[in-house]
């Protein structure tokens, strides 16, 4: 599991890519990994959205969107976060990617299957 540090190190090194960029779509192969919404829930109520901010509580991480909601993300045990372009290719433990308006993706890559992601207003 990522010790408070690395979950702060992460916060801070999403902020420069992510902060003002536009959610365009959420794709999915795990549907455990989404605890509340629905797969189809979450998309529809956070597409279109902006980042903007992303912070830290205890080991969640808290992404405050445009709209008032918050996606968070807790990477549990081998959970990792990452921005790259649209155009890479997926590695196979992948399991959660969020579209941005630039081209570019957030990748949930969780080797273990146990990091969870919330939307709550």
Same mark, same amino acid.
Request: aromatic fraction near 6%; glycine fraction near 6%; hydrophobic fraction near 40%.
């Given at each position: 599991?990522?010790?408070?540090?690395? !979950?702060?190190? =992460?916060?801070?090194? /999403? #902020?420069?890519?992510?902060? *003002?960029? @536009? $959610?365009?779509?959420?794709?999915?192969?795990?549907?455990?990994?989404? !605890?509340?919404? =629905?797969?189809?829930? /979450? #998309?529809?109520?956070?597409? *279109?959205? @902006? $980042?903007?901010?992303?912070?830290?509580?205890?080991?969640?991480?808290?992404?405050?969107?445009?709209?008032?909601?918050?996606?968070?993300?807790?990477?549990?045990?081998?959970?990792?976060?990452?921005?790259?372009?649209?155009?890479?290719?997926?590695?196979?433990?992948?399991?959660?990617?969020?579209?941005?308006?630039?081209?570019?993706?957030?990748?949930?890559?969780?080797?273990?299957?146990?990091?969870?992601?919330?939307?709550?207003?």
């Amino acid at each position: 599991m990522p010790e408070l540090p690395e !979950v702060e190190t =992460t916060v801070r090194a /999403l #902020r420069g890519p992510l902060l *003002g960029q @536009t $959610i365009t779509d959420v794709w999915n192969d795990w549907p455990s990994a989404i !605890v509340t919404p =629905t797969l189809d829930e /979450l #998309r529809v109520r956070i597409t *279109g959205c @902006t $980042i903007q901010a992303i912070n830290r509580r205890a080991k969640y991480l808290v992404f405050n969107l445009s709209d008032g909601e918050n996606l968070i993300i807790h990477l549990k045990m081998s959970g990792h976060l990452a921005v790259v372009d649209a155009d890479m290719p997926r590695h196979k433990h992948v399991h959660t990617v969020f579209s941005l308006a630039n081209g570019r993706e957030l990748r949930f890559k969780d080797m273990r299957k146990f990091g969870r992601v919330y939307l709550v207003h």
